[in-house]
């Protein structure tokens, strides 16, 4: 299992948010491109990169940043999610070295353009599985669906995602802990990779997910490690050495 560093992107700073709430914000850092530095010389493999602002308006709002972190750190892959509606956004991400578009909105309101997105991309097209109570929320968490997360999930199993990424808004930024079960769930449910997001705040959090026999592929951190609480490299082996015991 890899541990990916956040980088959330409003207003042009790096932030972080309380379960995904937009007026509930902290701003850690005003230059997103030197925090990713700072994460990948701490030994990150992978960047997970959100369009808070994109993700509300449904469309790119910070993309020029992002193809600027794809620039500066070209050896590290980065995903990207908030704003990616059309095939068009998705491409110009991809081109300029982005290795992962995660698509949230639109996979919940029309599946199909996933599996088109897949077909074109081949390998890097993800699903955002953003949930609150079991069910999928929209528009930058602002809505809930009356689709359920694993529901949605089964719906691309053949479809060739990369991977999907897992989120409890309910434990998003709030430093509770990661719903480990919830994730677990999901993982036994499909046989896509899951990467786990939302409350990942210590290293039991790390090591109960890398260790968990369904294999979940990744886990995404963003306030513990921005406040302190959570140091990447040690999270990094934390979950490597779990792996191997696993």
């Not at 790096?14 to 902290?26: A, F, I, S, W």
């Not at 990948?40 to 602002?53: K, P, T």
């Not at 509770?176 to 677990?184: F, I, L, M, P």
């Not at 260790?211 to 995404?220: D, L, R, T, W």
Request: charged content about 25%; hydrophobic content about 45%; overall charge negative.
């Amino acid at each position: 299992m890899i541990v990916i560093p956040a980088i959330d992107l409003k207003n042009g700073h790096c932030v972080r948010l309380r379960q995904g709430r937009m007026d509930d914000e902290t701003i850690f850092d005003a230059d997103p491109v030197a925090v990713a530095g700072r994460w990948v010389a701490a030994g990150a493999e992978r960047l997970h990169l959100v369009d808070l602002d994109g993700a509300v308006q449904g469309r790119p709002a910070h993309e020029q940043t992002i193809h600027a972190i794809a620039r500066a750190y070209p050896d590290t892959p980065l995903q990207i999610g908030g704003g990616i509606r059309s095939r068009e956004t998705a491409q110009r991400y991809l081109e300029a070295g982005v290795g992962y578009v995660i698509v949230g909105t639109r996979a919940v309101r029309e599946p199909a353009f996933v599996e088109a997105l897949c077909r074109d991309f081949p390998g890097q097209v993800c699903v955002g599985l953003d949930a609150r109570g079991g069910y999928v929320a929209t528009d930058g968490w602002e809505q809930t669906s009356e689709v359920a997360a694993v529901d949605l999930a089964r719906r691309f199993e053949d479809a060739g995602v990369a991977a999907l990424i897992f989120t409890d808004i309910g434990r998003d930024g709030m430093m509770q802990g990661c719903n480990v079960e919830a994730t677990r769930e999901l993982a036994r449910a499909v046989s896509i990779p899951v990467i786990a997001s939302g409350g990942v705040s210590s290293l039991e959090d790390v090591h109960a997910l890398a260790a968990s026999p369904e294999g979940i592929a990744g886990a995404i951190v963003g306030r513990a490690i921005y406040d302190g609480g959570l140091d990447l490299a040690t999270a990094i082996r934390t979950a490597q050495e779990a792996g191997r015991d696993r």
